[in-house]
């Protein structure tokens, strides 16, 4: 039996979820704010409030030092004037809204109680139950402001999200969102509802996440105007050259989270690690265009290619590398190919895996008693053998402290090479792999370094550093009994 139609019909919206507090953002310009004490806590909650607008009257006996400086410099808003006495109901009147810092818990629910009396919201710290509000943590790009949260379960996590935001939104964001309040009634006026007024919105967001101020584009509202209406859909892409670091994502810098986050498609290598990439735009491509010495890997001419053609398709490319792109990571090459093919190309530095080094063992490479100089050196020519170039009596210097990256499998040469130049063969020397995420690492004198290299983890990238800088490491490791994969098997 043949079933009947039906006709279109409009779905139901889907319900909103259960809020814990509803998020509501509360002008308090040119109002009246009561705050209760003279802690910390209350002078920071009474430079919140002036810095919102309000017009706040603190009432304390005693005030701390806090407390003291806020009210000597003022606040980014409003004003403050203290009153050295207790509270009363009669300080309520005419308040937009109330905040105490109580010890004694009669005296909390007293305070709460005159409040609720008055009509007024009452927070009062750290006493959830005589709270009518709360204050979370704020992301400040006013006239963006992001409040978030936790219902006073776990203030320390809101503040944890507080930063991962931060380093999402460029400072200059501020200043785009105050030009846009500027001129929202304009393009009311100008641009009819509809597809022209969201592509003027859409160009106008894509500028404010660019990660540069407004002022670069005029030195008036008209200007910066003319040029975004102006602005033609642009059909050409730009390439951003990333640096992982080593491979820890807390190491990144807020500029490599803003472009990964900005990203249309992401070319990555081998070495980065998955939570760096978590930290990407959801809806970014990946492809992996792994480079690994000694395996089957992408030729840098498809890498270049690619790049700029996906570039001139109008894409934002971010090619992510591990450590810094400019320190062995040819970017010097990327970088020509994009500027012949006209493809905007800029870079974020990040951490070398030398320095991740260094910082993982607590050693200072230039320390002043034993170094005045560090090299980065690297340890694999395109043969996949040490160079014929090297500057062998330099690197042997004993004030200087070589770093050699690719080294893996020529660390046996290199050591041999050092020693033929008088290096002595008990100089310290270590060997971490995969630097920052793992505690494989070695220690011991130069003339084992070829030995310890053998038993390595071939399927681990790893670093070498040779130099009286690195003793300390090498007196730990002989003195404290080491996990056989620290030594990195050393015993078997």
């Not at 203290?82 to 309520?92: C, D, P, V």
């Amino acid at each position: 039996m043949q079933q009947p139609f039906r006709k279109p019909s409009e779905a139901e919206p889907g319900r909103m979820g259960r809020l814990s507090k509803l998020p509501v953002f509360f002008d308090l310009r040119g109002r009246r704010a009561v705050i209760v004490g003279g802690s910390p806590g209350a002078a920071w909650k009474a430079e919140l409030l002036a810095a919102a607008g309000a017009h706040v009257d603190v009432y304390a006996l005693e005030v701390c030092a806090e407390m003291e400086t806020l009210l000597a410099r003022g606040a980014a808003g409003g004003h403050l004037a203290l009153h050295r006495r207790a509270w009363t109901s009669g300080i309520l009147d005419r308040a937009a809204l109330a905040v105490a810092d109580l010890e004694g818990e009669g005296e909390a629910e007293d305070f709460a109680a005159a409040a609720h009396e008055a009509g007024v919201p009452v927070n009062v710290v750290d006493k959830p139950d005589y709270c009518d509000f709360q204050f979370g943590s704020v992301v400040n790009r006013s006239p963006v402001v992001i409040g978030i949260s936790t219902d006073g379960a776990a203030p320390i996590l809101g503040q944890a999200i507080r930063r991962r935001i931060e380093t999402l939104l460029h400072p200059s964001l501020a200043a785009w969102a105050s030009l846009a309040k500027a001129m929202r009634e304009r393009i009311m006026e100008q641009l009819p509802p509809g597809l022209s007024r969201r592509a003027f919105w859409e160009r106008f967001a894509d500028l404010a996440f660019q990660g540069r101020p407004p002022e670069t584009l005029g030195s008036s509202v008209e200007q910066v105007l003319r040029y975004i209406a102006l602005r033609p859909v642009d059909s050409k892409g730009r390439v951003t050259l990333v640096g992982a670091g080593p491979g820890d994502a807390e190491l990144l810098t807020l500029r490599a989270v803003r472009a990964l986050q900005a990203a249309d498609v992401i070319l990555f290598d081998d070495l980065v690690s998955e939570d760096v990439l978590e930290l990407a735009r959801r809806e970014a491509k990946r492809l992996i265009v792994g480079k690994r010495g000694g395996r089957a890997s992408c030729a840098q001419e498809d890498i270049n290619d690619l790049m700029a053609g996906l570039a001139l398709q109008g894409k934002h490319v971010v090619r992510l590398k591990s450590g810094d792109p400019m320190i062995f990571g040819r970017a010097g090459e990327e970088i020509e190919h994009l500027e012949r093919a006209g493809v905007p190309v800029d870079v974020v530095p990040g951490i070398t895996a030398g320095i991740a080094l260094a910082s993982a063992l607590g050693v200072s490479l230039t320390h002043r008693d034993m170094a005045q100089s560090v090299r980065f050196v690297t340890g694999c020519a395109r043969t996949g053998r040490l160079p014929d170039d090297l500057d062998w009596p330099g690197l042997a210097d004993i004030h200087t402290t070589a770093i050699f990256y690719m080294a893996g499998g020529t660390a046996g040469a290199i050591a041999t090479r050092l020693m033929e130049q008088g290096v002595s063969p008990s100089t310290p020397s270590v060997m971490v792999s995969n630097v920052s995420r793992s505690n494989d690492r070695w220690a011991g004198p130069l003339s084992e370094l070829g030995e310890a290299s053998d038993r390595r983890d071939s399927a681990k990238p790893v670093i070498i550093g040779i130099g009286r800088v690195f003793g300390k490491a090498v007196h730990v490791s002989a003195r404290h009994s080491l996990e056989p994969v620290q030594r990195l098997q050393a015993e078997a």
